[in-house]
């Protein structure tokens, strides 16, 4: 993910975690006869969830919030740091997930929704409440602390879920089954269609290269210095065109919740996953020769490759956890996938406060906290990647801790 960055007066709801899209946890009850969570003997435990997304959420928010922290952006393990422009790396199928396990948790969000007799639309206003808020959530984390309008970054992580969940809910709000397979297979040929054939002035049609594409010109053209500073104001990652293919990796998400609410055996569930998500990766590979893999722009293979990739993690998470009952070693992962949006935000806060606070040293030099600490660790570490992990990995300890102790007080914010 790129790095980015509460929000206005009380977004979140302080009650017990409900299925409210990817904000809260998603499953109010498990898809088996027998509801299973392995937090129902702790303080603050939802009963009867499906512990596999509450895991697999928070797994993917640790490693969010890991590969955004890093001591040294320059000093990175590969892995750990997003690829320069084609090929992935493991940072780069941590967003895609996360938007996967949103089309997820819609699924069961509207489950819910019929359930309660909830009028389309009463679910409308929420929908559009939820999806301003996390846009506002995103801008005030590109805003902090200058607040500077002039020059904010519109685009996101956070505005570009908001995006994604709203189109998402959306269509499967109108759409059934067949209606929303045509819409993830029109979503990643249109934006396809897109890159390839429309003429971009001064470049011409089909260049895919660092600012010289059909995204980089509309984005310029709607968001001139509205766009990350670290591609020089040219285009941004969270654009506006690459939100489309990025709303098929959310509806890859939506199909998936749909298999797991099947009625099928448990262990029938985790083999379709498993090789719907071998056919995807060896999808993405293929095709890579004629659309590369790409995250800056989201490319249609990108979707489909890291989709594959997350319904494989998925059925992982599923089968170990709610299918055999193997579930200690997740339940850090689940408390932070209780408070998902609240521990990054804080999580981008926290940082941006560390660089811009001011300590004195000898001789009357100034530098950042974070600089600080982070020199400290490299004196403990003669390798700048190490220093720069253990940086990480301190931050997210920090971060556990607050959801921890947000769980352990029964505290669960949601939009």
């Not at 995250?295 to 055999?324: H, N, P, Q, R």
Request: charged letters at 15%.
């Amino acid at each position: 993910m790129s790095n980015p960055a509460t929000a206005q007066q009380q977004p979140f709801e302080n009650e017990e975690p409900e299925q409210q899209g990817c904000f809260a946890s998603p499953t109010d009850k498990c898809l088996h006869s027998r509801p299973h969570t392995i937090l129902d003997s702790k303080p603050g435990a939802p009963k009867g969830r499906l512990a596999s997304l509450d895991a697999f959420r928070g797994f993917a928010i640790a490693l969010m919030i890991l590969v955004n922290s890093p001591g040294d952006s320059g000093a990175v393990y590969s892995h750990l740091s997003h690829v320069d422009w084609n090929g992935w790396t493991f940072a780069d199928a941590v967003f895609p997930s996360f938007l996967f396990i949103v089309g997820v948790s819609i699924v069961f969000s509207f489950a819910k929704q019929e359930e309660k007799g909830i009028r389309n639309s009463a679910f409308m206003v929420r929908l559009l409440r939820r999806t301003i808020i996390l846009f506002a959530l995103g801008l005030f984390i590109n805003m902090f602390p200058a607040f500077h309008l002039s020059e904010i970054r519109i685009p996101g992580v956070l505005q570009r879920i908001a995006l994604c969940y709203f189109f998402a809910s959306l269509i499967v709000l109108k759409a059934d089954l067949r209606g929303r397979i045509l819409w993830l297979i029109g979503l990643l040929v249109s934006y396809w269609l897109m890159m390839r054939f429309i003429p971009v002035p001064g470049i011409g049609a089909g260049v895919l290269e660092p600012g010289k594409n059909f995204a980089a010109w509309v984005d310029s053209y709607f968001l001139s210095g509205h766009m990350w500073s670290y591609y020089a104001g040219k285009w941004d990652p969270e654009g506006i065109v690459s939100t489309i293919p990025a709303i098929a990796t959310t509806l890859f998400g939506v199909l998936a919740g749909q298999w797991l609410r099947s009625s099928l055996p448990d262990r029938r569930r985790v083999a379709g996953m498993v090789c719907a998500g071998v056919v995807l990766l060896a999808a993405g590979y293929i095709l890579d020769r004629w659309l590369p893999i790409n995250k800056s722009i989201w490319t249609s293979t990108f979707s489909i490759f890291m989709a594959g990739m997350a319904l494989v993690c998925l059925a992982f998470f599923y089968w170990l956890i709610d299918v055999e009952d193997f579930s200690r070693w997740a339940k850090p992962f689940i408390i932070f996938g209780l408070n998902p949006i609240t521990v990054y935000v804080l999580s981008e806060i926290c940082d941006t406060t560390l660089r811009i606070l001011k300590l004195s040293i000898s001789k009357g030099q100034v530098i950042d906290c974070q600089s600080y600490v982070f020199g400290y660790l490299c004196v403990l570490n003669s390798k700048p990647e190490s220093a720069s992990l253990f940086y990480g990995l301190l931050t997210l300890l920090f971060m556990f801790l607050i959801a921890w102790i947000m769980w352990r007080k029964r505290l669960f914010l949601k939009i």
